[in-house]
């Protein structure tokens, strides 16, 4: 008689990369700031201001309170704004703007979890306009990034649909992990903040990539890997590969990397003027 054996594959698994200070060595939001400007949606007091803030974000980040009030400033600045606007500024710019500033070693190592069979998800706070099109420009698999409310008139309404924070993102990870077969404990996460502890815990092989003091503190504690990136590189000059078309991105809707750039922008006006 014959015996009839399935065949059980390994489960999937993927790496979890977040963006700015990660695989690009600026803030994703602050960097489209001129164009932004160029394209009307913030006056000029606050693209002057770009650069401090900027600044700060570089070599101090953001805590959780801050991050709450940046929150907190953006559902009101893009009420109005137009979506398409925004996502054909993001176009013109994406190649002359982002493609220097992505971490050589980032890439490298995008390649290798590519080569190993895994997905790569870039996880991101910032706004899905921003966050998708450089993740296509990365050749992600899929993104994870904040959403905003859009009206019938194509415009924000300025609620906050899903902000990619903290916990939220380890939520995120738990469901693209049951949804796309991920094994969580063979998974791979990135990050540069203590922020992100929360999707860090939640795979098995957690990495500290260019850490903030906190995040630094607890992966010295708990043994993880500490990565410093440092090499900006142009991808076409070095990794063709990773141009190659993206699957579908799973977590994909409406959002607004703009509005985080003034709330940072916002933050930094206001420690400033408690600093005088």
């Not at 300025?158 to 469901?175: C, L, S």
Request: aromatic share 8%; net charge neutral.
């Amino acid at each position: 008689m014959l015996r009839v054996v399935e065949n059980h594959s390994l489960p999937r698994t993927a790496a979890f990369f977040d963006l700015d200070k990660t695989v690009i060595a600026k803030s994703s939001t602050l960097t489209f700031s001129k164009s932004f400007y160029q394209g009307g949606l913030i006056n000029r007091r606050a693209a002057l201001r770009t650069a401090y803030a900027q600044f700060v974000f570089l070599v101090g980040g953001l805590d959780h309170d801050q991050m709450e009030r940046m929150r907190e400033y953006l559902s009101t600045l893009c009420r109005g704004w137009n979506v398409q606007q925004v996502k054909e500024l993001v176009a013109e710019t994406l190649h002359e703007l982002i493609d220097p500033l992505i971490y050589d070693e980032a890439a490298s190592l995008i390649e290798r979890h590519h080569t190993a069979g895994r997905d790569v998800v870039i996880v991101s706070t910032s706004g899905a306009e921003v966050v998708e099109p450089i993740g296509e420009l990365l050749g992600a698999d899929r993104v994870v990034a904040t959403r905003m409310v859009v009206g019938d008139d194509g415009c924000f309404t300025g609620e906050v649909e899903y902000y990619a924070y903290g916990p939220t993102k380890a939520e995120a990870i738990r469901e693209l992990a049951e949804s796309e077969r991920y094994d969580l404990a063979r998974c791979y996460a990135y990050s540069d903040s203590a922020t992100d502890l929360p999707m860090l815990e939640t795979v098995g092989h957690p990495h500290a990539v260019n850490p903030d003091r906190a995040l630094r503190r607890e992966a010295l504690a708990r043994g993880w890997p500490i990565l410093d990136f440092h090499r900006p590189v142009r991808l076409k000059k070095r990794l063709p590969t990773l141009s190659v078309p993206p699957r579908p991105t799973l977590v994909a809707a409406a959002a607004i990397g703009a509005a985080a750039t003034a709330g940072l922008v916002w933050y930094a006006s206001r420690r400033r003027s408690s600093a005088i």
